[in-house]
């Protein structure tokens, strides 16, 4: 094992250009970790945020980027027990994803199904988690409901997609371009629509006979949050995933007191922590779902690591569709 690695690191906090490929020196191992050679890491929104300073997490530069990656245990500290050297691996972190090792410890890192590449697998588990929860655990969602699932061509968003579709539902979804929602209707969806129509809920209230949707899966919020409320049926349910478009929607309260409808906000990560029975049954329920085909992240971007400044910004033009990836390591 080499004593140093290169690794793509965040320099200032102003952006994609800040980032840059260096040689940084290899840690020890403390007891329970594992080091991993890195394959593939998945880019998320989040990574771009912390590039300005502007995310929830706000490490001070120099710093490394990366929250999602896939790859091979080479080396395992004492006290590991369900993990050795040779093993395909997925994990994640608040950072250090984009670089050619990184370092975990074991309760963050599970196994590679055997269904998936490195670069699927560096992209599937926080986007699958989030929907099964969103959907399965929060929303209980019934075949032959209806849900209308906003930023649809994002890779949580195309995640929610595909399992609303293996539940039964009858799925509505937003994409803002042609090649976006011809992307969202390949997944699964039965209706694509563009979020900036001002008829949008007028469209899908005459697409549902009047009723409007059982569920709205929403990780965008904005204005288009408070246009899809107008979409939702009596009685309800609106998922709060999050907050892509950069505001946090001031939902009317007087507006879900007329039309009985309920907001729920979830935290995917938080929930498995705060509930390990939970966690356990849903990751089973994952994995089998892996092996299945469910839910496959859609790749449309792959970058070298040299590339992690133009991927990021790629990822801020919003070019994506469902997820991009860093190919690592071959």
Known sequence: MSDTYRAAVCTALTGPDSVQVKERKAKPLKDGEVRIAVKAAGLNFPDLLMTYGKYQFRPDPPFVPGLEIAGEIIEVASGVTALSAGDRVMGGSKGNGFAE??????????????????????????????????????????????????????????????????????????????????????????????????????????????????????PVGGDLAIKATRSIAWGGRYLIVGFASGDIPSFPANHALIKGYSLIGLRAGESARRDPELAKRSETMLRKLAEEGVMRPHISHSFALGDTAAALEVLEQRAVIGRAVINIMP
């Open 101 to 218: 090792q990184i370092i975990l410890p074991e309760s963050a890192v599970r196994p590679l199904p055997t269904a998936l590449s490195f670069a699927e697998g560096a992209c599937w588990h926080g986007a699958a988690i989030t929907a099964w929860h969103a959907l399965n655990d929060k929303a209980e969602l019934l075949g032959k409901e209806t849900i209308l699932i906003l930023g649809a061509s994002g890779g949580v968003g195309m995640a929610a997609v595909k399992l609303a579709k293996y539940k039964g539902a009858v799925v509505f979804a937003t994409g803002s371009n042609d090649e976006k929602r011809q992307a969202i209707e390949q997944a699964g969806a039965d209706h694509s629509l563009d979020p900036a129509d001002p008829d949008l809920a007028a469209k899908i209230k005459e697409l549902t006979d009047g009723k409007g949707v059982d569920v709205v899966f929403d």
